[in-house]
């Protein structure tokens, strides 16, 4: 099998190509040749190229791997065409995406959730001999002031007198590595994301607590489910009781459990449930 991956340089994609190139399929990075079998658009960032592409070879199938679609995307595009994005996912054969959150998305503003099929990521796993509890909270994620709870972890910080630390995608690695090693625990308050945010899986591989939203929005609870520690989404006051109870009682979890659990959530199982959807689309 021959498949063009059109990509952005990015961690959470740049290390497809090798698995892919371990398991035998033939691969092309950003340009497209006549006999690929299927583009793969690895994100919505690429549309031009994707675009460019379809163009000059419109037989070969579109395959895009939709990373999030979130509901303030109109209001806040963070300029990306999104109407144009939703006519190549009508074009998509299939649509791979990372959580449920992006499907109901995808059915509800382009009405292709049917063409979806969650093939979660992995997470770039570390490991570190300094772990401890040095008692501050985390929040990994970037700023998504559009979403309605936005605000809310740093308010009932505020107000409860715990530390917290924003690392809003400022560190370096090793810098990165460090605060999550470090902390009590990560929270996601938002009422949406695609994943809640690929550092919880980090975190509670090294035996961190996570805390998010129960919004059907919420990505995080396809990876975690009853793993998580969960607040009410439309309730600030039980979101704030959520993280004092988990501050003064924060949970000591067992690191080899954590490891096995996210075990599960490496690169070779994402591309081998990727190769299985491609074998099962080019048979069909």
């Not at 059109?6 to 035998?24: Q, T």
């Not at 503003?109 to 049917?114: C, I, K, N, T, Y």
């Not at 009410?232 to 959520?242: S, V």
């Amino acid at each position: 099998m021959k498949i063009s991956i059109i990509k952005p340089s990015s961690a959470n994609v740049d290390l497809w190509v090798p698995a892919f190139r371990e398991r035998g399929i033939e691969v092309l990075e950003n340009i497209v040749a006549q006999d690929c079998d299927f583009i793969l658009c690895a994100s919505h960032s690429q549309l031009t190229i994707l675009e460019h592409f379809h163009s000059m070879y419109p037989e070969i199938p579109i395959i895009n791997y939709n990373w999030d679609l979130y509901g303030w995307v109109w209001e806040n595009p963070r300029g990306y065409d999104w109407t144009k994005y939703g006519e190549y996912l009508k074009k998509s054969k299939e649509i791979w995406v990372p959580s449920e959150e992006v499907t109901l998305r995808t059915q509800e503003f382009f009405g292709v959730g049917a063409r979806c099929k969650v093939i979660k990521s992995f997470a770039r796993f570390f490991e570190y001999d300094d772990v401890k509890d040095k008692r501050y909270i985390l929040q990994a994620m970037r700023n998504y002031t559009a979403d309605k709870n936005y605000g809310w972890l740093r308010r009932a910080c505020t107000e409860l007198d715990i530390p917290l630390y924003e690392s809003q995608h400022t560190l370096s690695e090793s810098e990165f590595q460090k605060v999550i090693a470090h902390c009590s625990f990560l929270c996601t308050e938002y009422h949406e994301a695609s994943t809640g945010g690929l550092t919880l899986l980090e975190g509670y591989r090294l035996g961190k607590p996570v805390i998010v939203s129960d919004s059907i929005y919420e990505g995080a609870r396809d990876y975690f489910d009853d793993r998580a520690i969960y607040f009410k989404d439309d309730d600030y006051e039980h979101f704030k009781q959520t993280i004092k109870d988990t501050w003064d009682n924060t949970p000591l979890l067992n690191r080899d459990d954590c490891i096995n659990f996210t075990n599960q959530y490496n690169v070779e199982a994402m591309v081998n449930k990727m190769i299985e959807r491609l074998e099962c689309l080019k048979s069909s």
